[in-house]
Each structure stands twice: as structure tokens, then as C-alpha cells.
Antibody, heavy 124, light 106 residues
């Protein structure tokens, strides 16, 4: 069964740091782009970051630039999100998701498998 | 920045057809994707590349994309389809989500 399991969420003070992890099973992590997406309480989905199969390309949403770092360890079947300088508005459920690149001109991207998420709460 | 606009809510009677729209300047030239999210659950992709259904998604779900508007259509809507629906596009290495539409089946 294809599965993504996130961990590492919790309560942290404003200005603090947190590292989220996501373990993949049921598929070969090294052959897929991966993403982090978050959802604040009662709000919509917000893309956080993407990373290429070998980690050579990384892209970030505006709210993550300069504060968050996405990384991966394919040997450990794991994806990570290092979050620094956390703010109250970073409070959300953070989802790990498997990316699918659509071969087209220009190429396209979506997420076909999602984890259950891990909750991050930043207290001010 | 590129934005996708969805109606906040749509209501439909059981057995009827529900249509949820997603508008964006570049949608005609980009694929649209649709995710369903039920309360307390993770999103699930129900339509990819404008019109394609993943395996396991009922045939009553269909999609279209023309001009600047993508549409998710649910034919013969069932109570189990009540959920939030989010459209998504990809532009300049950025994932964009619409604000979401709450579908109520009543």
C-alpha cells in the first residue's frame, strides 16, 4: 500500500524551530518529486515547497521562502521540512504529498498521494 | 501573482448535478486539477489534467477546462460527495490552489 506518514509536529513558541518528517512506503521515493502543503484551521490549502527526486531543485511558496527548507533522504525513504523563525500564522496541519510531473509543454505538476498530516501550533 | 477563484459554497439536491468553477487568467493554457477533502481527512485528487479520473474515483465526477475557467461536475450527486473541493494549477514552478468550495448536498 502506498503510504506517507508525517511526524514532528507540536507546540512551539513564536520564533522557534521545528523539523517535520515524512516516511514513504509502498513506492520508490527516489523516483518522485515530493511536496509539503499546509492548511491553517478552517482555511484552504497552501502550497509550501517542492523538491526534485535527487534534491537538486527546490521551490518554495512565498510564505516559506527564507524560513523553511525542504530536503530528502531517499535511502531512508524520508522527506523533511525544517521550519525556522516560526510565526503564529504558520499554525496549520502540514501534509506531505507525492508529486506527479505531467510531461507536456510546458510541464505540469500535481499531487496524487497525501499523508494524514501533522499539526503545528505556534504560540505567540 | 497568479490566483485561482472558486465560489465559497455550492448547494445541490441529491441526484442532481453540481458544478464547481475555478477561474484564473492562465487556466486555458494550463491543466486544472481537483481535490476533494472531507472533514478531518486528507485531500484526494478526483480529476487530473482537466478531465482524467484516477482509478477508484466514481464516473459521476468529470472535469472540463476552457478559456479561463475549469469546471468540476458531479452528476447524480450523492450525500457522500459533500466535501470541500479545491482546484489547483501549476505555473512557473509554483503550485497554486483555489480558495476552495464547500459543496452541500441537501
Amino acid at each position: 500500500e502506498v503510504q506517507l506518514v508525517e511526524s514532528g509536529g507540536g507546540l512551539v513558541q513564536s520564533g522557534g524551530s521545528l523539523r517535520l518528517s515524512c516516511v514513504a512506503s509502498g513506492f520508490t521515493l527516489s523516483t518522485y518529486w515530493m511536496s509539503w502543503v499546509r492548511q491553517a484551521p478552517g482555511k484552504g490549502l497552501e502550497w509550501v515547497a517542492n523538491v526534485k527526486q535527487d534534491g537538486s531543485e527546490k521551490y518554495y511558496g512565498d510564505s516559506a521562502k527564507g524560513r523553511f527548507t525542504i530536503s530528502r533522504d531517499n535511502a531512508k525513504k524520508s522527506l523533511f521540512l525544517q521550519m525556522n523563525s516560526l510565526r503564529a500564522e504558520d499554525t496549520a496541519v502540514y501534509y506531505c504529498a507525492r508529486g506527479r510531473v505531467v510531461v507536456a509543454a510546458p510541464p505540469d505538476y500535481y499531487m496524487d498521494v497525501w499523508g494524514k498530516g501533522t499539526t503545528v501550533t505556534v504560540s505567540s | 501573482s497568479y490566483e485561482l477563484t472558486q465560489p465559497p459554497s455550492v448547494s445541490v439536491s441529491p441526484g442532481q448535478t453540481a458544478s464547481i468553477t475555478c477561474s484564473g487568467d492562465k487556466l486555458g493554457g494550463n491543466y486544472a486539477y481537483w481535490y476533494q477533502q472531507k472533514p478531518g481527512q486528507s485531500p484526494v485528487v478526483v480529476i487530473f489534467q482537466d478531465t482524467e479520473r484516477p482509478s477508484g474515483i466514481p464516473e459521476r465526477f468529470s472535469g472540463s477546462n476552457s478559456g479561463n475557467t475549469a469546471t468540476l461536475t458531479i452528476s447524480g450527486t450523492q450525500a457522500m460527495d459533500e466535501a470541500d473541493y479545491f482546484c489547483q494549477a501549476w505555473d512557473s514552478s509554483t503550485v497554486i490552489f483555489g480558495g476552495g468550495t464547500k459543496l452541500t448536498v441537501l
